[in-house]
């Protein structure tokens, strides 16, 4: 009976110390977690209002219980998965002393489930947080969780449905799309019908599905052929910079790069400097894709890349967290999708006229992050102070 009670307290105070994670992420807005920060002015404020209603709304003060959490990541190594694994555990085990269990496929499927069943079978598990893996690359661990009962969250982009996923809090990966192949085609659209000539980057991650479904119904009628495609690779990034070559090399005259993995951005954009050196669009390929993200960012302005369609989808973390918080807190039913007074996952065209800043990512029309601090402080107390 000792053993289980101090396990029992252990898990509350992992709970405690996810909810502090972000708390105290939020009120630093500096540090090396990399992620977007609290805005000051009239937006930080009016989300903060709004935050602090929303946890009056939901019932008052509560507290939460104990949860332990892992966080599934394809590839921690690429900027959207390194960004969310830092929200999520950077602050707590410095501030905190723990960290929450992050699963790292580095690209291979397989290593990702020898990570995950590991997890699950050692226990006590309560939640698994996903961070856009197709059910396909984790049948295994998604059978496993449904058999120990533990609720499995995707969060981050869309991917494929699956009646063992518990809820899914993501972008609208269609509409993202459309937000870049709108500015693609109007820029082929000046040329030649008969230069229209994309090659595509495809990837199974990430939305990466969706969002080459929309590309394909985006651009019919429009003169533009996708003449050639290639697998993104999940394990090292860097090595899209040798398939767009050889693309390049294949279709020399080609007027368009499109990406549906946004970690492919930065090594095209570097295939395609490489091949037309000081050249700009048109007389070297657009270089098109998502998430102004470091790397891509980068590459932008630096005249490699022209273009993302952004979105903060580390706000589906906070909302993964707060659901499963009020789970727990007041023994509410996971709703499979979240709906908020505020629209977290506002989509953005990021050319560079309005690239973010080196190590700063887009504020988004909404500020998510004093958000969801205020709700947490007003519902559920202040943090526990490190080491207590």
Known sequence: MG??????????????????????FAATGCGKVKGVEAQKGLVGDRAKEAGKQAAQEAGGRTKVPSANVMLLLMNAKDDSSARLKAEITDLSKKNLGWTP??????????????CAMGTIDQGPLDFIISNGVPPKDMSRILKKAAFKKVPVINIGATVAPSKLFAASYVPDDRAQARTINEYMIR?????PEAERKIVVLTSSTGGGSERFK???????GT???????????????ATDTKTVTKLLE????????????GSSVGPAGDAVDKAFKNLAFPDRPLVVGFNADPKAAAAIRDGKADAVSDVAYDATLYIALDQIAEVLGRQKELPEDSS?????????????????????????????????????????????????
């Open 223 to 237: 003169g533009i052929q996708v003449i050639d495609e290639a697998q993104a690779d999940q394990a090292k990034s």
């Open 250 to 261: 294949k279709h020399p005259n080609v007027k368009g790069v499109w990406l549906a993995q």
């Open 187 to 191: 820029r082929l659209k000046r040329l």
């Open 101 to 114: 269990t992050p699963c790292d496929g580095k690209g291979d499927a397989k290593a990702l489930e020898m």
């Open 3 to 24: 053993s289980r009670s101090a396990c029992r307290e252990k898990r509350r105070a992992l709970w405690l110390a996810v909810i502090a994670v972000v708390v105290v």
């Open 340 to 388: 908020y007074p505020l629209n977290f996952l506002d989509i953005a065209l990021v050319t560079r006229d309005n690239v973010p800043d080196k190590k700063k990512y887009r504020e988004p029309q909404q500020d998510f992050v004093s958000y969801f601090t205020a709700k947490w402080r007003r519902e559920f107390g202040p943090p526990p102070k490190p080491g207590g």
């Open 214 to 220: 929309q590309l394909k119904s985006d651009i019919q």
